[in-house]
């Protein structure tokens, strides 16, 4: 039976700034290899540069939808209205209606803004219109299930839920969710009202939500009040090694590199790496530390490192991006993910595949499935420590965390991933 | 005349506590009592007391026709007299009944024997005279560590004048031969060698509880009645187990006590053998043939070889660095430096490390105090680079200083060659 999805993500390669469009492009393709499933994905904006395979790729900013009626049998009604610049996401739903009451609907007009032939206009990015550019899409998400045959519906994080949810109504098709992070994780607690109001419905109205590990989805059920038969882990995997060339890597140090190559924020946990990195340097010599990376506390980070008068042997590279991060990965003796809350992380998979011996956070979701890795709480800055130690003076340690890692995370497949994501569709279709 | 060999392990390592690298050099005390206390108390509760009770018993009962022997590790003694002498009180009772015979291992269940003969030497004195001391007699039949065994291992004990060894049967190579007979040792034939019938052992040892078997549930008439089915010629069955079967391994609730209960009154009444102790049995049968074991076999895991201790590449270099310092330990006197040495050897140190039970069965897991194999490597190693520093101090007024970091010739290619 061919099943055939309808699919919302936000970023697709190479126009991604994080896991989620890499994690949205591997399932994909891991999809497209079975015969029996077709895949339509959809992203606000389609940027032309994308590598698509036989995934049929729609951008929202290129579909018209003037002079459309929005589909709404759930509701009977065949109009809605949605605001530009409008700080509440609207729903497509009675409630939302009755409060934005005020405005009066005439006809099959909507007011959105569009170009000429009737498109909307979409960034497809994360500027300060982010809100408003998440209600467009959910309007242009309605047209487009109108317009096409699919039997299911995938979103991908909250920036997609709305655009699944309004997708569903038009279609009543089944919705399936997939929770690449919450907001939990981002924020460390303080949640963003809006960001978990949006969470929290796409995840009451979905049929079935799938998380990326169980330390997501326990925070689903619990944070977010969810019947736990609803929410099923698939694990997220990793592309193969892409890079066969064997040009040597002439690193023009001596010591051994520790790597952090990450998002400078909260979530990633940087000023463990930080304290770590003093402490191992009390008692080694033959390291250097790198920050690989940029983000809001990365002065924080610079300035702690100058306290600790250890800057001539911890460095900050800023933003690497493309090649320079593979160069990185290659120079290193560990890579480290100390992540505070971490719903998946794929980077220290990309980093076992390069053969480098990795030293991650238990509070990850990447640390439920590894094995030939070492997991340490990310506040255990002694052990990270003592791990970071180990590692660099015991060969044997080295030597089997990168054969048996490069085994391990070559195995991770996004095709069994893939394969897991169908047999939730197929639950989703019998019910 | 049948003989039944029934022959119990008991071993308790001494388990190392949290180690981080800033300690090195700094902070000499190694273990983790507190764990160690409570594991003790625990098995001493669960196995150890209420089975030595009813061994106890059925002596008294069968007036010297229940014999049995037991194997108990320095290590396990050593925590015995802190934490448990009641233990030692109850062993040493059954000791007073002549129905007992306690059997030579090495000191600290050790792998000495690959490596450095000369401290295996040691190490099997050592224990000898503990168990001398404890339950007033010598042993004259050996144990090495998880019953590794080889020709070369076999000859060497023999050289230090025991009469006969215990070792698992060598079903690998060993097709055509049956563990139900007395064997040599293939180079110096005065060693009597007793294998383990595995089969029969592991049904009691492994299988006793579980519903899913076929032999389940087992009485001690049902299992006297595959006794019996034994051809006639073959004239001895060898029980050997870890003594934890009673108690920890099979529960209270499986009806493992009972069954040890009933056994010698089905064995005596109702089947043609007799129990008898190693050395008994060494002395009444006759060896029918050699046995050639070229390579070291033992009785751990599936494999029945060193690679639960050895088999990857965290385990042969903690071993490789561990006996790097053989040389410095020969001339050191300090009773601390040298007790620690001891319990370094310990092989459950390397069996920790092992990664084989990441695919395979809870073996390792059990009583393991780390999360993983590469945690159990880095600690070992932080304690291991400790003692070398101390080792250091301590000879450096009175020989040549030897650095631990630094490769040395025994490559790991050449290790995997030695003992495969």
Same mark, same amino acid.
């Given at each position: ?84 610049? =409008? ?28 170009? #000429? ?27 487009? %299930? ?5 039997? #299911? ?137 790198? +920050? ?53 992380? #794929? ?85 | 005349?049948? =003989? ?22 700094? =902070? ?66 059954? @000791? ?46 050996? %144990? ?47 060693? +009597? ?17 579980? $519903? ?7 009485? %001690?008439?049902?299992?006297? $009645? ?44 109702? =089947? ?53 310092? $053989? ?37 390792? @897991? ?28 301590? +000879? ?6 030897? @650095? ?17």
């Amino acid at each position: 039976m061919n099943i055939n999805v309808l699919m919302f993500g936000w970023e697709f390669p190479p126009n991604i700034s994080g896991g989620l469009g890499t994690a949205c492009y591997g399932l994909t393709k891991g999809l497209t290899s079975f015969n029996d499933v077709d895949v339509t994905f959809v992203v606000p904006k389609v940027f032309g540069d994308e590598e698509k395979g036989n995934i049929n790729l729609i951008g929202a900013g290129d579909v018209p939808v003037t002079n459309r009626r929005l589909n709404l049998k759930e509701f009977g009604k065949s109009i809605e209205y949605f605001e530009v610049g =409008s700080k509440l996401v609207p729903y497509v739903d009675p409630e939302d209606y009755l409060r934005q009451s005020e405005y009066t609907v005439e006809g099959t007009k909507s007011l959105i803004e569009t170009d #000429i032939q009737g498109r909307v206009k979409f960034s497809g990015k994360y500027g300060p219109d982010l809100m408003s550019e998440i209600a467009r899409y959910a309007l242009v998400a309605n047209v487009i %299930a109108q317009d096409n045959q699919f039997d #299911i519906i995938h979103a991908h994080d909250w920036l997609a839920y709305p655009a699944g949810i309004a997708a569903k109504q038009a279609s009543g098709k089944p919705l399936v969710i997939h929770v690449h992070a919450t907001d939990f994780d981002r924020s460390g607690g303080t949640v963003n009202p809006n960001v978990y109001a949006i969470e929290k419905r796409g995840m009451d109205v979905a049929d079935k939500i799938i998380t990326v590990s169980n330390l997501t989805r326990k925070i689903v059920i619990e944070k977010y009040g969810i019947n736990p038969d609803k929410v099923i882990t698939v694990y997220n995997a990793v592309e193969p090694y892409q890079h066969e060339d064997r040009t040597p890597i002439i690193k023009g140090l001596d010591e051994k590199i520790v790597t952090f190559l990450g998002r400078i924020t909260m979530q990633k946990g940087p000023e463990y790496f930080v304290e770590a990195a003093y402490r191992v340097l009390q008692k080694m010599d033959n390291v250097r530390f790198v +920050m690989a990376g940029s983000g809001d506390m990365m002065d924080k980070m610079i300035r702690r490192a100058a306290q600790l008068r250890i800057t001539d042997k911890f460095h900050f590279t800023g933003f690497l991006k493309g090649d320079d991060v593979y160069r990185m990965l290659r120079m290193s003796d560990i890579y480290i993910m100390p992540s505070v809350s971490e719903p998946f992380g #794929i980077s220290p998979l990309e980093a076992m595949q390069a053969g480098v011996p990795v030293i991650i956070s238990q509070q990850s979701g990447v640390a439920e499935i590894l094995s030939n890795a070492i997991k340490i709480n990310f506040w255990d800055i002694n052990g990270m420590a003592d791990a970071i130690h180990a590692i660099l003076s015991y060969p044997g340690m080295s030597k089997m965390l990168s054969k048996y890692g490069k085994k391990e995370s070559c195995n991770l497949s996004w095709k069994n991933a893939a394969y897991e994501v169908k047999q939730v569709y197929q639950s989703a279709l019998r019910a | 005349m049948k =003989s039944i060999c029934l022959c119990f392990k008991v071993h308790q390592p001494i388990r190392l506590r949290l180690y981080r690298f800033f300690e090195m050099g700094n =902070s000499d005390y190694y273990y983790d009592d507190y764990t160690n206390e409570m594991i003790l108390r625990r098995v001493a509760e669960s196995c150890y007391l209420p089975a030595n009770k009813i061994i106890l018993d059925l002596i008294n009962k069968y007036q010297g026709s229940f014999r049995i022997a037991f194997s108990i590790s320095g290590t396990a003694i050593d925590q015995f007299k802190i934490y448990a002498p009641d233990v030692i009180e109850s062993f040493r009772k059954l @000791a007073a009944t002549g129905c007992v015979e306690f059997l030579a291992e090495t000191y600290s269940h050790s792998l000495s024997a690959l490596k450095d003969e000369n401290e295996f030497r040691r190490q099997v004195d050592s224990h000898a005279t503990v168990i001398e001391t404890l339950f007033g007699k010598r042993p004259t039949v050996f %144990a090495n560590t998880e019953f590794i065994y080889s020709d070369e291992i076999g000859a060497q004990v023999a050289g230090m004048g025991y009469k006969a060894t215990l070792t698992n049967e060598p079903t690998p190579f060993l097709k055509w031969k049956c563990p139900n007979y007395l064997y040599k040792n293939a180079i110096n034939p005065a060693l +009597m060698v007793l294998l383990k019938n595995e089969r029969l052992s592991d049904d009691i040892a492994f299988r006793f509880s579980n $519903s899913a078997w076929s032999g389940w549930p087992l009485t %001690a008439a049902k299992y006297v $009645s595959w006794l019996n089915k034994i051809p006639e010629e073959e004239k001895i069955v060898n029980l050997f187990m870890d003594y934890e079967t009673f108690g920890e391994h099979q529960k209270l609730g499986s009806g493992i006590f009972k069954f040890l209960g009933s056994l010698p009154s089905e064995v005596l009444h109702n =089947s043609d053998f007799q129990f008898m102790t190693p050395s008994e049995v060494a002395q009444h049968h006759q060896p029918v043939a050699a046995i050639d074991v070229p390579r070291p076999i033992s009785c751990a895991d599936q494999e029945r070889d060193l690679t639960a201790w050895l088999g990857n590449e965290l385990q042969q270099e903690a071993f490789e660095k561990l006996y790097v310092l $053989s040389g410095m330990i020969g001339k050191c006197n300090d009773p601390a430096l040298l007790k620690d040495w001891q319990y370094l050897q310990t092989s459950d140190h390397l069996y920790y490390m092992s990664t084989k039970y990441f695919s395979d069965g809870d073996v390792h @897991a059990y009583f393991n105090p780390y999360d993983s194999p590469y945690m159990a490597f880095m600690n070992y190693m932080n304690v291991l680079n400790d003692f070398s520093i101390r080792l250091n101090r301590e +000879m450096s007024g009175k020989g040549k200083v030897q @650095a631990i970091n630094r490769p040395n010739n025994l490559t790991r290619s050449k290790l995997i060659e030695h003992y495969n």
